[in-house]
C-alpha cells in the first residue's frame, strides 16, 4: 500500500510518499528561514507559512514519486506532539485527502516517526529492526526507549528539562550565533578546544527529591544547569575574552552534551542487555555525536541526516505499523501539543 504522510509539527512543512517496502519515493521538506529575527519559531507565523506551502509541498511529493492521488492507498499525518496551529494544518489537510477519497487515515505520534525513520530502507542500509534501544534526541524531546515492536515503545529515560536541541540553540545564542544554533556552534566548536573549560558532563537540577547520586546514575537527561554554566563563564570572562574564546566555549559546551547523550545511552544499554542502539531526532545530525556514536562497543544505526531533522518519511514509515482508521472515523481527530498516545 503506497503512503502519503504530511508533517507539520514545528516549522517545516513536509511531505512524503513510501512503498510497501518501507523505501521513500519521495520526502519534501520545505524550511522556514522566517523566525531567525525572533530567535525561536513564532507559532502563528509557522502555521500561515504551513497554509501557504502544504498543497505546493504535496504536489512536490507526488510529482517526485512519479505518484498520483489515485495511487495512494492511505494517508497520513503528526497528530502531535508540537505546535497546535501547525499540525492542524498538516492533520486537516491529511484528513481532506483521505475523506475525500474514503481511504483509511493513520493518525501519527511525532516522537513514534522518529523511532520510525529507522526502519526506512534509506542509503545507510536499514532498515533497523527491533528489539533496540532508541535514542531521541531534537529541539523538542531528549529521550530514551526501549523498542520491542515496530508500534511502541517504552520510555526508560527523559529530560526533566530542556531538550538537547534546545540546549543547543540556546548555547548559540549566548555566544552571539543567533537561531537556529545548532550548526553553528557545532561549526564553531570544531576549532576548539573541549577539555578548555570544565562543564559537566551530565548537568542540571536533580528530579525534586531525589539525591544527586541517584541523577547521576539514572537514565534521564537535565540542560538546563548546563545552560546557567556557560552563561557564567560568558559573564566571568566578559564579552572581549567571550569572543576570543568562543570556539573553546563552544567546544566545550557541545562535548557536554553529547557526553550525557552518550552516557546515558551506554547505561540504558547495559541494563536493557542490548546491544542495538538506533538513533533519532534533529541532534543525530551533530557531526560529534555521531563520531562518539561510532566508538560504542554496540550495533549502532544513525539513519542519514535528511531522515534525522523533521521529515514526512518517518512519519509514513510509523504508518505502515500504526493504527488505521476508516472513513468517517477520523474526521473528529485533534491535534495535541504535549504527552503521549497510549503505547
Same mark, same amino acid.
Given at each position: 500500500m503506497t503512503i502519503l504522510a504530511l508533517e507539520t509539527s514545528c516549522d517545516d512543512t513536509c511531505a512524503a510518499v513510501l512503498d510497501d517496502d518501507g523505501r521513500a519515493r519521495s520526502s519534501v521538506i520545505s524550511s522556514q528561514h522566517v523566525h531567525d529575527r525572533f530567535g525561536g519559531v513564532v507559532p502563528e507565523i509557522a502555521s500561515r507559512h504551513h497554509l501557504e506551502l502544504v498543497n505546493v509541498v504535496v504536489d512536490s511529493a507526488l510529482e517526485q514519486a512519479g505518484a498520483t492521488l489515485e495511487e495512494i492507498g492511505l494517508l497520513a499525518a503528526t497528530q502531535g506532539p508540537g505546535l497546535v496551529g501547525a499540525l492542524l494544518v498538516g492533520l486537516s489537510t491529511g484528513k481532506a485527502l483521505a475523506a475525500a477519497r474514503r481511504l483509511p487515515f493513520a493518525p501519527v505520534d511525532h516522537l513514534q516517526g522518529h523511532v520510525a525513520a529507522n526502519f526506512l530502507t534509506d542509503g545507510d &542500509?536499514?532498515?533497523?529492526?527491533?528489539? +533496540? #534501544?532508541?535514542?531521541? /534526541? @531534537?529541539?523538542?524531546?531528549?529521550?530514551?526507549? !526501549? #523498542?520491542?515492536e515496530h508500534d511502541g515503545y517504552e520510555v526508560l529515560g527523559r529530560t526533566l528539562d530542556d531538550a538537547a536541541g *534546545?540546549? +543547543?540553540?540556546?548555547?548559540?545564542?549566548?555566544?552571539?550565533? &543567533?537561531?537556529?544554533? %545548532?550548526? /553553528? !556552534? *557545532?561549526? $564553531?566548536?570544531?576549532? %576548539?578546544?573541549?577539555?578548555?573549560? @570544565? +562543564?559537566?558532563? @551530565?548537568?542540571? *537540577?536533580v528530579r525534586r527529591g531525589a539525591p544527586r547520586k541517584a541523577f547521576a546514575e539514572g537514565l534521564d537527561f537535565s540542560f538546563a544547569g548546563l545552560k546557567t554554566a556557560l552563561l557564567y563563564a560568558t559573564r566571568e570572562l566578559g564579552s572581549e575574552q567571550t569572543a576570543a574564546r568562543a570556539a573553546d566555549l563552544a567546544a566545550s559546551y557541545q562535548a557536554a552534551i553529547v557526553s550525557s547523550l552518550i552516557t546515558r545511552s551506554e547505561r540504558a544499554l547495559e541494563r536493557t542487555g542490548l546491544g542495538r542502539l538506533a538513533v533519532g531526532g534533529g541532534v543525530?545530525?551533530? &557531526? *560529534? $555525536?555521531r563520531r562518539r556514536l561510532g566508538e560504542l562497543s554496540a550495533t549502532v544505526h544513525v539513519p542519514e541526516r535528511s531522515l534525522c531533522t523533521d521529515n514526512a518519511a518517518m512519519i509514513a514509515s510509523a504508518a505502515r505499523y500504526g493504527r488505521r482508521l476508516e472513513y468517517p472515523d477520523y474526521l473528529s481527530l485533534d491535534a495535541y501539543a504535549t504527552g503521549e498516545t497510549a503505547r
Open positions: &542500509g536499514g532498515p533497523f529492526e527491533p528489539p +533496540f #534501544v532508541c535514542l531521541i /534526541a @531534537s529541539g523538542g524531546h531528549t529521550l530514551l526507549a !526501549l #523498542v520491542t *534546545e540546549a +543547543f540553540d540556546k548555547g548559540a545564542r549566548m555566544l552571539g550565533l &543567533g537561531y537556529p544554533g %545548532g550548526a /553553528a !556552534l *557545532e561549526q $564553531l566548536a570544531a576549532g %576548539g578546544d573541549p577539555t578548555a573549560f @570544565s +562543564f559537566p558532563g @551530565s548537568p542540571g *537540577e543525530a545530525a551533530n &557531526g *560529534e $555525536l
